[in-house]
């Protein structure tokens, strides 16, 4: 069957995940991935499309998008800033940070800027308690946040679409226990 | 100098060391997986693993050899071996590190077990979020391809191994083992009923044992130093080194390898510096968010198993978050019970209910319209969650809140009595409602 909206190389992304499994249900959390990536967020044809691939309904296809936060189910912004509020990052100021998000962009949790470009979210603990406040935006992390960092990290966005203070792998601050 | 020998973070800690195969080769890198597949039967690998005390570093802490061993020996069909990088328990960042730093040595360990418990298939489930470790661990394990480690006939042994990695999509209760199946069999990720357990009825059915990242890192080790070794450090109970992730309010936050056993006023004074600013330390997490706040009262007691349970808490996780005396405790128990609510499956009624209402009366203790009859209440409902779920989530919920109550209840009283937060006025509802 034709597809509605997935490209015939998103299909062969899915279909190129289909040797890793036993069953190709296993599939459906790359799928929902690669479909997101090429449409922007995961609409109903995109999902219907990814049912098709995977001989899925729909409605299972549904039940698990909607279980998983990376999943958006309606349209964001070009740079999704998920800001961590769990505890450790609470604790050492990731309010601020939300705050100050909130005042730059001018938009509430939860919402999209009108040119497109952000949306905020707040979501919980991503790992990097030990280099509090932190958010991920879109596939990086950006860690030791404060709120002239992340006025660069916004500026960057803007001007490059990309930043070079997103962190590169784990930075080793102390090791094996310094007397 | 370090006070402790590193082990897990020893090669990483290498000026230079970026984690590639032929870095990690040149560290000695593989040769425990060559020897035991050239040499030491699977049994043996189990029994030298059981010897070590090795014990899981995901949170429950159950001895990994004994877990190996539970997986049935003549099983005709495919087992499986599933690594659980999906680390999100509030506070911990550990495997984060393993993973991005060092990533053949969790690999290596990988092919050990899978060759111990008579698996040709493993899956890494990874956090959806850890973009840049998946980016790391698949070119770790194309490397690992190209090199022969795994594949066909590795080492000419005529042992075989495919390692996949499988990517999550944003969800805490998938470190669950019986949940992580499930979100790698394309559903929800929603805690099975034991039993059966996984030994037997795992991954597609078929026996399966699902370890920590961390838990895997150190099979290396244990094959090429010895179990004896291994056994050395730490307590009779509690083996090893143990990575624990400290946070918070305190001076020196990091990853710090140490003796399973050091005091926790050791960890905190020494290995993290104290507390930010000199300040008062009033509570200390020691295992991540499912774990019960202990107290200044508590700074003597042992990082291990034992000596934190025997204390009223768990060693869980291995991530220690540090509060100061400004810390409110009702405050931060609110904030524990908005993760734990938001990221209840919802499969289990008391804990998906219960967690909605546990959290709406902390809220409004917080916001200075609290009733002191609350306080009964929030103890009768955890009770009413506590054992009455599928998964170790509905216990773990209630934590902060009991713990809170116990150790802190005049605080609480405050609250209720003065109808406000003494200690943020204004702060509280940045974080509330969040979702």
Redesign the interface.
Known sequence: MKLKILSDKARAAIEAEFP????K??????A??IAQNEVGYLSEAAMIDVAEI?DLTPVQVY??AT?????NLKPVGKHVI?VC????C???G??QI??HLQNRLGIG?GETTPDGLFSLK???????????PMV?IN???YENLTPEKVDRILDDLRREGKSSLA????Q???????? | ??????VL??N??QPGY??TLDEYRKTGGYTAFEKVLKGIPPAEVIEIVKKSGLRGRGGAGFPTGMKWSFIPKDHPG?KYLCCNAD???????K???LI??DPHQMLEGIGIACYAIGSHNAYIYI??????GAE?IQRAIREAYDAHLFGKNIFGTGFDLDV?L???????ICGEETALLE???????KPRTKPPFPATHGL?QKPTVVNNVETLANIPHIINRGPEWFASFGTPKSAGMRLF?????VK???????PMGITMREMIY??AGGIRGDKRLKAI?PGG?SAPFLTEAHLDVKMDFESIAQAGSMLGSG?V?V?DED?CMIW?AM??M??FH??S?GKCTPCREGSAWLLKILHRIETGHGRMEDLDLLVSLSKRIEGRTVCAFGDAEISPVLSTLKHFREEYETHIRERRCPFRPN?VL??AG??
Not at chain 1, 25 to 30: G, I, T
């Open positions: 890793k499994y036993p069953d249900r296993s599939v459906l959390l790359a929902l991935r995977l039940d698990v279980f998983y936060t990376l999943y998920q509020k769990t505890l450790s609470a604790l050492v990731a309010g939300i705050e949790v707040l979501v919980e603990c991503l790992a990097s308690c030990g280099t509090a991920q596939n990086r992390y962190s590169g792998p784990f080793l601050p102390v090791l094996g226990g310094k007397a | 100098m370090p006070k402790y020998e590193p973070l020893k990483m800690s970026t984690g495919p680390e999100s328990e509030p506070g911990t960042y495997d984060r590190q991005e730093n956090r959806g979020e850890f973009d840049l790391i996949v499988h990517r999550g999509a944003g969800a805490y979100s790698i069999e394309g559903k929800r990720g597609y992730c400290v946070s918070g309010h020196k936050p990091g990853n710090y390898e140490v020494e290995h997490i968010a991530a978050t509060m810390t931060a904030n524990l908005e993760f938001h990221e499956c702060a940045a974080m969040a979702h």
